[in-house]
């Protein structure tokens, strides 16, 4: 992967509902623009997505989405308000950083979360994009909520029993990310950090399915646990506000954008079936699954192939 590089421009966009949203550019300010959508929901574009980009050629966007910390307020705050942080209101955001920066169109970079993001902003606003390059693919739909969040007990048994008997008796037949959501809004400190331990504790065990997996160091800092696992649940709770079946519907709007899909055979996290529909209904999407890769980009094959993708697609005319 390319070096990082830092960014040459920076700023906190006001998006409305009292948000203000992180953002920086790095690269070349006259290269062709592309945008990075990170996952999560609530991880935060940290300098790791800058090399996916050859810095002499692109003109990379960067910046938190709401909630996540640089970009205020804050998550993980004792009294902090989601009503206005959700899907639409991130499309809506990444539409106003465009127009701030005056950008016509950009090439639309994501992963697992940002992928999904990626296809509302996309489909929502297909004449500013001009290529996408998506990686452990997801859509956020009801099923998939449900599978990674109650099916793959089936195959951790132990420890999805764990992240169960987090949640009260009588919520854990029910929706299990918005009954996470419940404890980790609950006023109660204790019961807030109990319930973002477990939550993150699950993450790090459904995409530990490939040789050589680390847990995820972010989650032994306290308020990025509690940040990630507040925006995650609540996202997943609510099924990303997205009607079910939605974004593979109107994936034809797609047409005429050329498109990259990368997935790992072993991503049981986000499963291969999505990029695969997708790339069915998206005729001008080019579909990778690697065969020794989990989730993420942990596996050299699947960097490789993001780069080779926005390596291609500097060339051409935003």
Known sequence: MYPETDPHDHGMLDVGDGQLVYWEVCGNPEGKPAVVLHGGPGSGAGPFWRRFFDPAKHRVVLFDQRGCGRSTPDAALPDADLSTNTTWHLVADIERLREHLGIEKWLVLGASWGATLGFAYAETHPSAVSEIVLFSVTSTTPSEVEWVT?????????????????VPVEERDGNLALAYSRLLHDPDPAVRDRAARAWCEWEDTHVATYHGYRPDPRYDD??????????????WGHFGWIEDGALLRDAGKLAGIPGVLVTGRLDISSPPVTAWRMAQAWPDAEL??????????GKTSVSDLVLAATDRFASTAP
């Open 150 to 166: 109650r099916e793959m007990g089936r195959i951790f048994p132990a420890e999805w029993t764990r992240f169960r008997d987090v």
């Open 288 to 297: 990778h699954i690697v065969g020794d890769a989990g989730h993420g980009a």
């Open 222 to 235: 306290p308020v990025f646990r509690l940040r990630f696992a507040r925006l995650v649940s609540h996202y």
